[in-house]
């Protein structure tokens, strides 16, 4: 694969000097940020909104606990940046093509599977990064207005946010090669992302594919018993990989 | 002479339109080759055929005796390529680009170095800082010309560099090219005549995705049948002008002042019918002569005036 280190060099010196350090990291940090803050509020702002006493209806909101500062940042990111993840990454490669770069740039002796694992080796590994100060943020405000309890569970949650991301940012990169078009490949993109929150309605896609991944950090964080994610997070890695190589071939064949 | 393109036959279809119907085609090596037709020939086609970033309906091409589909990489490690609407990243600069298209053919440390250095010099860009987003056309043709070189081709193949650009910028780019005489082969393309005429030696004109002809310029002039004839009068050229257009003889007529100016296809049935018109006029003839067909008259003559 020839030229795969040039081109992801190339890539990460991109998302350093352009809007791309901006977007996901920021919408990231601003969940890691929040999520403890809205965690706080919310039952002052629930109750707030309750008919008073004095028509006779009680409801207790209790207080906000660590548990439900990370809930929070397992909903904004499974929800928001995944979504955000599709729509950044559509146009990885059908900006190259429309821009004019893609046939500057291959008609050197390089291969064009490296131009697209490049892109989705760089989205990983900024996705990773943003994840970690992003995750890291949001332990450290909920350990200093709550408590140090969780951090584990916490972990392991942003994990499977992790390995869902890392299999959208594959399934974005393939569909902006065969659409050749941003817009298309976003639209597809959070089509399939509604497609998985469906199948993670019923017990056997739930179980064994990635759609399992929707719901476990969920579960880890409220200490549900028995919470399987072997088949999911094996699934996941697959279908990532089969996504990238199917990209890469893809783009191999196409006129450009 | 060793070739540097031969192509045989090669054919493109695109669902109705066919591109390229049959091209054949021998590049010497050492040459600076115009490939000449007008918008729609398939030059473009047969360009992006040869650096691999489309494939042939049928027929084949060859790059230094290198199959250009099965050996793609062993074409592109010898050739530059400008296609002709050049896209860059925006954020790099021009000495961030040629040093990151070396990178890609595999050139590094010193000499890497000393190439980006001397092809900035080359393309007057040495000491730009600015972002190549904000580059006016010309700066970014002669960054593509440069770095079309970055890796010292054997073949550069460029894809209407001039087309777009202010008389400065296709001056400043026909003298890259001309300066690349003698030490590659250069393989453009165009629709501008002029500039063929200027820096090619050899030619070869496309139509409807075939070669109408390829030969030398000086060859080309010579073997045309297209002459040109000058005739200045001393009075009354604009009456004579459409006399001159309607005989059969005449391919295009054009008058500057009392000078009137054709393209012939048959210079002796002209020699003799202009001096009788005239004097049925009863005009005066200052001069008459044959004057050296452009390479513009030939290729009306060849293309058949629709281009």
């Not at chain 1, 601003?30 to 006779?56: C, H, K, N, R």
């Not at chain 1, 509604?194 to 964080?221: C, H, K, M, Q």
């Not at chain 2, 005739?231 to 050229?237: K, M, S």
């Not at chain 2, 054709?262 to 020699?271: L, Q, W």
Request: aromatic share 6%; proline share 4%.
């Amino acid at each position: 694969m020839r030229g795969l280190a040039v081109f992801t060099g190339k890539e990460l010196t991109e998302i350093l000097r352009t809007w791309r350090l901006f977007v996901i990291p920021g919408i990231l940090l601003f969940t890691g940020l929040m999520s403890p803050v809205l965690a706080e509020i919310a039952p002052g702002l629930v109750s707030s909104m309750m008919p008073d006493e004095t028509q006779g209806i009680v409801i207790e909101i209790p207080p906000a606990t660590t548990v439900d500062a990370y809930l929070q940042f397992n909903k904004n990111a499974m929800q928001i940046a995944l979504i955000a993840v599709i729509i950044a990454t559509a146009g990885a490669v059908a900006t190259e093509r429309r821009s004019g770069t893609a046939q500057l740039v291959l008609a050197k002796p390089v291969s064009r599977g490296a131009m697209v694992v490049a892109k989705t080796l760089s989205n990983w590994l900024l996705l990773l990064a943003a994840s970690v100060v992003s995750a890291g943020l949001c332990a450290a405000i909920t350990t200093f207005m709550f408590d140090s309890t969780l951090l584990g569970r916490f972990a392991a949650a942003v994990g499977l946010w992790y390995l869902l991301a890392v299999l959208m940012v594959a399934v974005s990169v393939f569909l902006s090669v065969v659409t050749n078009s941003q817009a298309g490949a976003a639209g597809a993109g959070i089509a399939l992302y509604f497609a998985l929150t469906i199948a993670s309605v019923w017990e056997v896609t739930r179980t064994y594919t990635p759609a399992g991944l929707l719901g476990a950090g969920t579960d880890i964080l409220t200490g549900a018993p028995e919470v399987s994610v072997a088949w999911p997070i094996a699934t996941t890695i697959v279908a990532a990989f089969a996504f990238v190589v199917a990209a890469a071939w893809a783009f191999g064949r196409q006129e450009l | 002479m060793r070739a540097a393109i031969e192509i045989e036959g090669l054919t493109k279809v695109y669902k109705e339109v066919r591109a390229l119907d049959g091209l054949d085609l021998l590049v010497p090596e050492g040459s600076v080759f115009g490939f000449l037709g007008p918008n729609g020939a398939g030059k473009t086609t047969a360009l992006r055929i040869l650096t691999g970033m489309a494939r042939p309906t049928s027929g084949g091409a060859r790059v230094f005796g290198h199959n250009v589909v099965n050996a793609s990489k062993d074409v592109r490690a010898l050739v530059g390529f400008l296609p002709d609407v050049p896209g860059y990243y925006s954020w790099m600069t021009a000495e961030e680009f040629l040093r990151f298209a070396g990178r890609l053919f595999g050139v590094t440390g010193k000499t890497l170095d000393d190439r980006v250095k001397s092809l900035l010099d080359m393309a007057g860009l040495a000491g730009v800082k600015q972002r190549v987003g904000g580059f006016s056309r010309g700066m970014r043709q002669r960054l593509g010309v440069a770095q079309a070189l970055v890796n010292a081709p054997k073949l550069l193949m460029l894809d209407e560099p001039t087309s777009a650009l202010d008389p400065m910028g296709r001056k400043d780019v026909l003298e890259m090219i001309a300066a690349l005489k003698g030490r590659t082969t250069v393989f453009f393309s165009t629709d501008i005549l002029t500039d063929v005429e200027r820096v090619c030696d050899t030619v070869a004109i496309l139509d409807h995705g075939r070669i109408v002809r390829q030969a030398s310029i000086q060859e080309l002039k010579r073997e045309g049948h297209a002459l040109r004839v000058l005739v200045e009068v001393i009075e009354r050229a604009e009456e004579l002008e459409p006399l001159l257009a309607a005989r059969p003889w005449a391919m295009e007529c054009q008058r500057d002042g009392q000078v009137v100016r054709c393209v012939v296809s048959d210079i002796e049935a002209a020699r003799q019918d202009i001096p009788a018109i005239v004097a049925a006029e009863n005009m005066a003839i200052v001069r008459m002569l044959d004057e050296e067909p452009t390479l513009e008259d030939v290729f009306v003559q060849l293309i058949g005036g629709g281009a």
